[in-house]
């Protein structure tokens, strides 16, 4: 069965967001066009709660963009977004929500951040959603959403280690691009793994 997974379409990561990704309003559509063609559609939410570890306002005389270290980690600092609660963590205006059947938020630990929907950036934590997945059926895992170089790309990555057949829908997708090239760098390494790298027109009716 194949499943459509958008990762955080959430407002802050819209442009003119608290953590604004050029050109994220413009994955809703392609979402929304989507959600027909699976038989199953789920949704990650970033979910901080207030003064989380990977917010750069935690951290006297740092700022967004900066590297710096959570949970042992290497962890790069982000302006406050996403906290719970708030209008900035509900999902995108015009998101079709009435086919997502889990809804499932990551990134509630304040000591460690959690990019992918599956485990927390160090791997110690599941979050349950792979054996969701794997109770529905679910064989074919098609990724899209924000941030193509974040979110999308870790929940990529350790869909296709969890022995998923693993597919990003590029067109649906769009990166941070904190540095230039961060996203075709993340394409890249996505298609080495064994991510198959499609268009959203190219995908298939589930069945
Ligand atoms: C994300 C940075 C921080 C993402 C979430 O959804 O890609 N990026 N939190
Ligand atoms: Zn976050």
Redesign the pocket.
């Known amino acids: 069965m194949k499943v459509l997974i958008l990762?955080?379409v959430q407002n802050d990561?819209l442009p003119g967001g608290a953590?604004g990704v050029p050109g994220g309003n413009e994955v809703v559509p392609v979402a929304n066009r989507l959600q027909p063609r699976f038989g199953l559609v789920v949704a990650t939410q970033?979910w901080h709660p207030k003064g989380h570890g990977?917010f750069a306002s935690t951290r006297p005389g740092r700022k967004p963009g900066e590297l710096a270290e959570l949970g042992g980690l290497p962890q790069v600092l982000?302006p406050d977004?996403?906290v719970q609660g708030t209008s900035g963590a509900a999902f995108a205006p015009g998101l079709d929500m009435n086919r997502v059947e889990a809804i499932l938020r990551k990134?509630t630990d304040p000591a460690i951040?959690s990019?992918s929907g599956f485990f927390d950036n160090g791997h110690r934590k599941s979050t349950g959603l792979a054996d969701y997945l794997r109770g529905r059926g679910a064989t074919d895992l098609y990724v899209m959403g924000?941030?193509t170089d974040?979110?999308?790309k870790f929940t990529a990555l350790d869909a296709l280690q969890l022995g998923f057949r693993t597919f990003l829908v590029e067109d649906g997708s769009r990166g941070?691009e904190l540095r230039p090239g961060d996203v075709a760098r993340a394409v890249d390494e996505m298609r080495q793994a064994g991510v198959q790298i499609v268009r959203s027109g190219d995908v298939q009716t589930d069945g």
């Open positions: 990762v955080d990561f953590l970033d990977s982000w977004h996403c990134g951040d990019y924000l941030a974040y979110c999308v941070v």
